[in-house]
């Protein structure tokens, strides 16, 4: 059960790094990758440090800095977050 809700979260932080590009959802994209980081320092791994650098990089783009290595992010959030719902 848990599994699932991280999964859905992924999926929910990966719709917000893709809204900031836009400039709408700066605020819930900053509390996601806040998540993100707390997520990856807690399950510490390959995965976890990727979601660490995901989290960073959403607070960055929520500050209005969207870089295009955040295409790359939304695509593993996405894929994460599907193979934790389906998986």
């Known amino acids: 059960m848990i599994v699932k809700l991280f ?3 992924d999926i929910l ?4 790094l893709f809204l900031m590009k836009f400039g709408t ?5 900053t509390i996601l990758g806040i998540y993100l980081i707390l997520k990856g320092l807690i399950f510490f791994s390959f995965v976890g440090v ?3 650098f995901t989290g960073i990089l959403m607070i960055i ?3 209005g800095n969207y870089i295009a290595f955040s295409w790359i ?3 593993w959030l996405v894929q994460k977050g599907f193979v ?3 998986g």
């Open 7 to 9: 999964g859905l979260l």
């Open 13 to 16: 932080s990966a719709v917000f």
């Open 25 to 29: 959802g700066e605020t819930i994209g």
């Open 50 to 52: 990727v979601d660490v």
């Open 61 to 63: 783009a929520g500050t």
């Open 73 to 75: 992010m939304i695509f």
């Open 84 to 86: 934790s719902l389906y």
